[in-house]
C-alpha cells in the first residue's frame, strides 16, 4: 500500500479480508473491505473494475483465491505474490490455468530491490574487465525457529519461500536452464535446504547455489557473483548494500540512505517499472520456468 501511494496514477479501490477486523487506508482515506471477491464484486457492481488484482495471501491459498478472483473479475490483471505456489500442481493451476484466461504476473519483488539493479548495471558497465561469469552463490535464511508453525502455515518452508527470490535474482545474471540436485540439511524442523542449478550466459554454462534456512539468529539474504578475473558483484539484500571487487579492490559500491523501508523499496521499483515503465515483471514463460525448477521433486 504504501509504495502505490508513490504512484501518482494508481488507485486503490477496496481490499479483500477473511478477517472482518481488517482496514484499509490508502492516501489517509479508508477504503472498503470485504470477505471475499464475490462480496466484492456484488457491493462494487461496475462502479469500481479493477485493473488489477493483487494477491498476497498464504502461499498455500494462492491457488483457491487466483481462481476465486477470475471467477468474479474475469477482466483483471492478477498479481500473485511469490512464490505463485508452494507445490507444482497449484503453480500451473495458476500459470497455465488462469493464466489462460486472462494475464496473470507474479511479484519477485527481491529482483527489483535497488542493490540488484544497481549491481545488473555495473555488471555490463564492467563486463570488458570482469571476463567471463563462472560461478553464483545465493543464501538466505530468516529467525523463523520459534515461530516454525505459524511460518509453514504462511510461507510452506524456507525454501520455499526464500528459492524463489535467489532464484528470481540469479535470473537477472543468466538464465536458469536446470535444477542438478535439491537437499534437505538436517532436522527437518530446521528447514534448511540446498539447491544447486545449471545456468546458461552468452553460450556458456556455469553453476548456481542457493541455500535457505529458518535456523537462524537473524536474517540474512547475499548473493554472489563471480567471474573469471577473480571478480566479482556481491550483495546484501537486507542491507540494501553491494560493492563490486576486482583485482582484489573495492571499486565501486553500493547503499541506502535508509529512508525507505528496505521491502517497501522492492515494492516501489516493482510498481514504477510495470505500472509507470509498462516494462513486464517476468514473462509467462520465465514464471513458468523459475517455478518448476523450485518446485518439481521436492525433497519429502
Given at each position: 500500500?504504501?509504495?502505490?501511494?508513490?504512484?501518482?496514477?494508481a488507485e486503490v479501490?477496496?481490499?479483500?479480508?477473511?478477517?472482518?477486523?481488517?482496514?484499509?487506508?490508502?492516501?489517509?482515506?479508508?477504503?472498503?473491505?470485504?470477505?471475499?471477491?464475490?462480496?466484492?464484486?456484488?457491493?462494487?457492481?461496475?462502479?469500481?473494475?479493477?485493473?488489477?488484482?493483487?494477491?498476497?495471501?498464504?502461499?498455500?491459498?494462492?491457488?483457491?483465491?487466483?481462481?476465486?478472483?477470475?471467477?468474479?473479475?474475469?477482466?483483471?490483471?492478477?498479481?500473485v505474490e511469490k512464490?505463485?505456489?508452494?507445490?507444482?500442481?497449484?503453480?500451473?493451476?495458476?500459470?497455465?490455468?488462469?493464466?489462460?484466461?486472462?494475464?496473470?504476473?507474479?511479484?519477485?519483488?527481491?529482483?527489483?530491490?535497488?542493490?540488484?539493479?544497481?549491481?545488473?548495471?555495473?555488471?555490463?558497465?564492467?563486463?570488458?574487465?570482469?571476463?567471463?561469469?563462472?560461478?553464483?552463490?545465493?543464501?538466505?535464511?530468516?529467525?523463523?525457529?520459534?515461530?516454525?508453525?505459524?511460518?509453514?502455515?504462511?510461507?510452506?518452508?524456507?525454501?520455499?519461500?526464500?528459492?524463489?527470490?535467489?532464484?528470481?535474482?540469479?535470473?537477472?545474471?543468466?538464465?536458469?536452464?536446470?535444477?542438478?540436485?535439491?537437499?534437505?540439511?538436517?532436522?527437518?524442523?530446521?528447514?534448511?535446504?540446498?539447491?544447486?542449478?545449471?545456468?546458461?550466459?552468452?553460450?556458456?554454462?556455469?553453476?548456481?547455489?542457493?541455500?535457505?534456512?529458518?535456523?537462524?539468529?537473524?536474517?540474512?539474504?547475499?548473493?554472489?557473483?563471480?567471474?573469471?578475473?577473480?571478480?566479482?558483484?556481491?550483495?546484501?539484500?537486507?542491507?540494501?548494500?553491494?560493492?563490486?571487487?576486482?583485482?582484489?579492490?573495492?571499486?565501486?559500491?553500493?547503499?541506502?540512505?535508509?529512508?525507505?523501508?528496505?521491502?517497501?523499496?522492492?515494492?516501489?521499483?516493482?510498481?514504477?517499472?510495470?505500472?509507470?515503465?509498462?516494462?513486464?515483471?517476468?514473462?509467462?514463460?520465465?514464471?513458468?520456468?523459475?517455478?518448476?525448477?523450485?518446485?518439481?521433486?521436492?525433497?519429502?
Amino acid at each position: 500500500m504504501k509504495a502505490l501511494e508513490a504512484i501518482s496514477d494508481a488507485e486503490v479501490v477496496a481490499g479483500i479480508d477473511t478477517d472482518k477486523s481488517r482496514t484499509v487506508t490508502f492516501r489517509e482515506q479508508d477504503r472498503p473491505v470485504f470477505v471475499s471477491a464475490f462480496d466484492a464484486r456484488s457491493n462494487l457492481g461496475r462502479q469500481a473494475n479493477p485493473d488489477i488484482f493483487v494477491v498476497a495471501t498464504p502461499t498455500g491459498s494462492h491457488a483457491a483465491v487466483c481462481e476465486d478472483v477470475s471467477s468474479h473479475f474475469p477482466e483483471a490483471t492478477i498479481l500473485v505474490e511469490k512464490p505463485a505456489a508452494d507445490n507444482l500442481d497449484d503453480a500451473l493451476r495458476i500459470l497455465e490455468g488462469v493464466g489462460a484466461r486472462q494475464r496473470v504476473v507474479v511479484a519477485y519483488h527481491l529482483a527489483f530491490s535497488p542493490e540488484v539493479e544497481w549491481a545488473i548495471g555495473r555488471a555490463k558497465e564492467w563486463a570488458g574487465e570482469l571476463g567471463a561469469l563462472v560461478a553464483i552463490e545465493a543464501g538466505h535464511a530468516d529467525p523463523y525457529q520459534l515461530e516454525l508453525d505459524s511460518a509453514r502455515a504462511r510461507l510452506g518452508s524456507s525454501w520455499i519461500d526464500s528459492g524463489i527470490n535467489a532464484l528470481s535474482v540469479i535470473e537477472g545474471f543468466a538464465t536458469l536452464v536446470g535444477r542438478d540436485s535439491l537437499r534437505r540439511i538436517g532436522s527437518p524442523a530446521h528447514s534448511v535446504f540446498e539447491g544447486r542449478f545449471t545456468c546458461e550466459t552468452s553460450g556458456s554454462r556455469l553453476n548456481a547455489t542457493v541455500w535457505t534456512s529458518w535456523h537462524a539468529t537473524a536474517p540474512t539474504r547475499t548473493t554472489r557473483i563471480r567471474y573469471a578475473s577473480g571478480a566479482e558483484i556481491v550483495m546484501d539484500h537486507h542491507a540494501v548494500v553491494a560493492y563490486l571487487l576486482l583485482k582484489g579492490e573495492v571499486r565501486e559500491i553500493f547503499g541506502s540512505d535508509g529512508t525507505t523501508p528496505r521491502r517497501e523499496a522492492h515494492y516501489l521499483a516493482l510498481y514504477r517499472s510495470w505500472l509507470v515503465g509498462d516494462d513486464p515483471v517476468f514473462s509467462a514463460p520465465t514464471s513458468l520456468r523459475l517455478h518448476e525448477l523450485l518446485l518439481e521433486s521436492m525433497p519429502g
